[in-house]
């Protein structure tokens, strides 16, 4: 039995990565997807791939979400998945004394402006139903600091707490309507590539990337994606304002002994 079937998902930022690997979960468990990215002609060569609708929309526009509205009035499952780091076009400086305020505001734009954009929509897409699921991608960025990534952490950190008073609106409302956030770690995607590079030591920096990892590696989208799967259906459903944390350990704590 499919968990999803007869449910409409859409999924933010679809066009790569964890996104991508969210529509192909969903489609595999039956749903009907809409991938929505900014990226038209990756979007939709990820669609024909996968077999799915495309809708381009740039999260941080209200139009663009006022737009989609008209043309999916109701839905069962959102994933506020599109997001950026801020070192996408190369390193800048994202530290909080250095980062320039139109850095900060990019990041946030993206990050935090899409997911209330998102949520906003979705309660109002899902509110006629009485029923859904928001499913928020924040970071464990979101939970601890970041020195040199200020803006994304801060933009991670505000998914994390909107997940609770959307989660909190909607019960008070009376609605099934759920909302929960995913915290990764260090997921392999596109995104790492900026950092990581390439070359003969790629595989020595990757293990370098996560050596502070209790299980010593990356994690992957299809992880990622198992545990949306979980949230978008009826297993989870009461859950709700929970932060999961995808994160080989980081946050538990050291697996070093004492004496090491």
């Known amino acids: 039995m499919q968990k999803l079937n ?3 998902c859409v999924v933010t930022g679809g066009a790569r990565g964890i996104g991508k690997a969210v529509c192909k979960a ?28 495309f809708v381009k929309l740039d999260v941080a526009s209200e139009a663009d979400w006022d737009a989609f509205a008209e043309r999916f009035p109701a839905i069962d499952v959102l ?10 076009d190369g390193p800048a400086p ?11 505001h990019r990041v946030h734009a993206v990050n935090t402006d899409g997911c209330f954009l998102g949520c906003r929509y979705a309660l109002r897409a899902m509110k006629a139903k009485g029923a859904g699921s928001i499913i928020n991608m924040s970071s464990r960025s979101g939970i601890v600091g970041i020195p040199g990534a200020a803006a994304y952490a801060a933009s991670k950190a505000a998914i994390r707490n909107h997940s609770k008073s959307v989660a909190l609106y909607a019960a008070q409302h009376g609605w099934a309507i759920r909302c929960n956030s995913i915290h990764p770690a260090a997921v392999l995607t596109p995104m790492w590539e900026t950092l990581l590079g390439d070359g003969p030591d790629l595989e020595e920096r990757k293990a370098a990337m996560v050596k502070d990892t209790p ?3 990356f994690g992957t989208v299809e992880e990622v994606a198992a545990l949306c799967v979980y949230l978008a259906s009826t297993e989870s459903g009461y859950m709700t304002g929970a932060e999961l944390t995808l994160d080989g350990g980081l946050l538990a704590g050291s697996a070093a002994s004492p004496g090491d």
């Open 79 to 88: 994933v506020n998945n599109a997001g950026i780091t801020g070192f996408e």
């Open 94 to 104: 994202h530290d909080p004394e250095n980062a320039s305020l139109e850095e900060w």
């Open 215 to 217: 299980l010593k590696r």
């Open 26 to 53: 969903f489609i595999n468990e039956g749903a009907r997807v809409v991938l929505t990215d900014i990226d038209v002609a990756e979007g939709r060569k990820a669609a024909d791939e996968l077999g799915c609708d």
């Open 6 to 8: 007869d449910t409409l």
